[in-house]
């Protein structure tokens, strides 16, 4: 849907469409209408990892999610400032924005993956480990 001020809580620095505020228990981050992308207000990624089904508000297609992974260079929706693309200290195969001052921004389907941990993503990302040969 496209970006109203009216209707959603910011627009989205990947695909320029309206995101919306969703919750899980006391946990509030905001997700794209359009792409499935998340972002977290500073340290609510790590706050709904914790939850045991906060992958749930994941709920966009990875696929879609890995479309707009290539789509770099995008602006905090806070405070417009170009963010860094990093990737997880522990899961390298997971790259997201992050705004230092802001919080963090992830495609669809990264959410999910980085709470999983698990065997088979240290396994995948000792094989691959690049992003380029990493599909979803
Ligand atoms: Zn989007
Ligand atoms: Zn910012």
């Known amino acids: 849907m496209e970006y109203d001020n009216a209707v959603h809580s ?22 794209c209408t359009h ?4 972002w977290f207000d500073e340290d609510e990624a790590s706050h709904l990892k914790e939850l ?3 992958h749930l508000l994941d709920t966009g297609s990875p696929k879609e999610g890995w479309i707009w992974d290539s789509h770099a260079d995008i602006k905090c929706p806070r405070c417009g400032k170009e963010m860094e693309k990093t990737s997880d200290s522990k899961q390298k195969h997971i790259w997201y924005e992050i ?3 802001h919080g963090i921004f992830m495609d669809a389907g ?14 995948r990302t000792l094989v691959k480990g690049d992003r380029n040969t990493v599909a979803p």
Do not use: A, N, W, Y
């Open 10 to 31: 910011m627009q989205c620095p990947k695909c320029d469409h309206g995101m919306e505020e969703v919750r899980h228990g006391d946990v509030v981050i905001d997700r």
């Open 52 to 54: 045991k089904e906060g």
């Open 110 to 123: 990264e959410f999910t993956d980085f709470k999983f941990e698990s065997l088979f993503d240290r396994f």
């Open 35 to 38: 792409c499935g992308g998340l």
């Open 99 to 101: 705004c230092h001052d």
